[in-house]
Nanobody, 115 residues
Framework: QVQVVESGGGLVQPGGSLRLSCAAS????????MGWHRQGPGKQRELVAA???????TYADAVKGRFTISRDNAKNTVYLQMNSLKPEDTAVYYC?????????WGQGTQVTVSS
């Protein structure tokens, strides 16, 4: 079994910053990719950013230039630095890890951008 646990969500004002963390643990042989999706109110879950073990990063157009994904391979941990946050970034952010051909999801962490 694999566990994926997020932390770091909260309430922030527009223009502010937050850093999300996500750690994978358990029966892990190799992690192909880790990343973040989000689901806003009344919206479908969408990709935010992903990072492969080779260091290739992918970002949604809506967050390019504002969000940065990074990873500590030794700790099986991925981070999402979110700057210049906007109200439309409000969502539950879900971390996921692709391990042995399967995508494992965390429970999600709420990010609310509001004044």
């Amino acid at each position: 079994q694999v566990q994926v646990v997020e932390s770091g969500g909260g309430l922030v004002q527009p223009g502010g910053s937050l850093r999300l963390s996500c750690a994978a643990s358990g029966s892990i042989f190799s992690i192909l990719s880790m990343g973040w999706h989000r689901q806003g109110p009344g919206k479908q879950r969408e990709l935010v950013a992903a990072l492969t073990s080779a260091g290739i990063a992918t970002y949604a157009d809506a967050v390019k230039g504002r969000f940065t994904i990074s990873r500590d391979n030794a700790k099986n941990t991925v981070y999402l630095q979110m700057n210049s946050l906007k109200p439309e970034d409000t969502a539950v952010y879900y971390c996921n890890a692709i391990i042995s051909g399967r995508r494992w999801w965390g429970q999600g962490t709420q990010v609310t951008v509001s004044s």
